[in-house]
């Protein structure tokens, strides 16, 4: 391991054994999930996530796209207003799990104190709906929701807009920045942005292989159900897109406990070679996740003050033009 994990984090962990990835059928991923989510919505849960900011109010709404409909979480400040920038985000998982409610803790802060209105899109997820439906979703979901996100208090011409990500929503949320006009920036966290083979060949993935989250046997158990056989994973993985010279302000933020880690400083450095303005931020002490996990990992709380100062920066001036 590059550093030692979070106290609390090593209880959880010792307590929780979770699956066996290895051998974990696309049925008991299914049923995996449904018992992350009894833990989430149990008192422990609360304490692992954190609490939502009270100075937002969330609602939870229905996005009707072709073919399909989706649930879309809507967090926006209690003080009201319109004009709002949007920011549209999408959780992490794998591809495999994951619920927008898992980011009340972020989310609802960011609404309250940038103030901004933000929809987490909750996307098809494997083995039900394998890549690229996923990816799908949120290019169809972020221009319809920037086209009606004026009902719940912003922008009417969609011109602040921000995506944000987190582990394999991170990879959603740059895939989706390549084809969005007016986009002001992106965040993502943790993110994975190789879903070739060659994820498994950084070195942060034998270095950080004893990581209580996003484990080796994960990885390689979420690249299987995933990913339907024969696909070209180089298309959905941002590391390998051909032309980032059009790229937005991204901040990055990397776990320094995470097997994914090294992935972040790869992709801040193709950004920066294309001319691209790139914050990237390392925080030793956090396992992947962190941001889902406030109440373990003490490093959420700074990383989330680093997001919300980096939004408002880029969020503020009112123009349709890119920056």
């Known amino acids: 391991m590059r550093g030692r994990v979070p ?3 090593r209880v ?5 054994g979770g699956p066996d990835w290895d051998s974990i059928t696309p049925a008991e991923v299914v049923e995996a999930r449904g018992a992350q989510e009894k833990l989430r919505r149990s008192a422990i849960g609360a304490l692992i996530t954190g609490k939502p900011d009270r100075g937002a109010r969330t609602t939870t709404h229905t996005l009707e796209l072709p073919g399909r409909a989706l649930n879309v979480r809507v967090h926006r400040p209690v003080r009201g207003g319109s004009g709002l920038p949007l920011i549209v985000a999408f959780h992490g998982g794998g ?6 409610e898992q980011d009340d803790w972020l989310l609802s802060h960011l609404a309250a104190e940038c103030p901004a209105v933000v929809a987490s899109v909750d996307y098809r997820l494997a ?4 890549i690229p439906a996923a990816v799908e979703d949120a290019r169809d979901a972020v221009p319809r929701l920037a086209a009606q996100a004026g009902q719940w208090g912003a922008d009417a011409d969609g011109t602040r807009l921000a995506l944000l990500g987190s582990s394999a929503g991170a990879s959603l949320a740059a895939l989706t920045a390549f084809e969005t006009p007016h986009l002001r920036t992106q965040v993502l966290i943790n993110p994975q ?8 060949e950084y070195p942060s993935f034998t270095e950080n292989a004893d990581s209580p989250t996003a484990t080796p046997a994960n990885c390689r158990a979420v690249q299987r159900i995933a990913l339907p056989e ?6 959905i993985s941002p590391m390998f897109h051909d032309d980032l010279a059009h790229s937005v302000p ?3 933020q990397s776990a320094g406990l995470d097997p994914l880690e090294d992935q972040s400083p790869a992709y801040a450095a193709r950004l920066r070679q294309a001319g691209v303005e790139v914050t990237l931020t390392r925080y030793p002490e956090a396992t992947h996740g962190f941001l ?25 001036v009112r123009s349709g033009a890119r920056r």
């Open 292 to 316: 889902s996990m406030s109440g373990l990992i003490p490093a959420a709380g700074p990383a989330r003050a680093e997001i919300l100062d980096h939004l408002r920066s880029h969020l503020a």
């Open 7 to 9: 106290l609390r984090m």
């Open 12 to 16: 959880l962990a010792a307590l929780n």
């Open 95 to 100: 591809f495999i799990s994951g619920v927008p």
């Open 230 to 235: 024969g696909f070209d994973a180089r298309t």
């Open 250 to 252: 991204t901040l990055i």
């Open 127 to 130: 083995p039900e709906h394998p």
């Open 193 to 200: 942005l190789d879903w070739t083979d060659g994820v498994f």
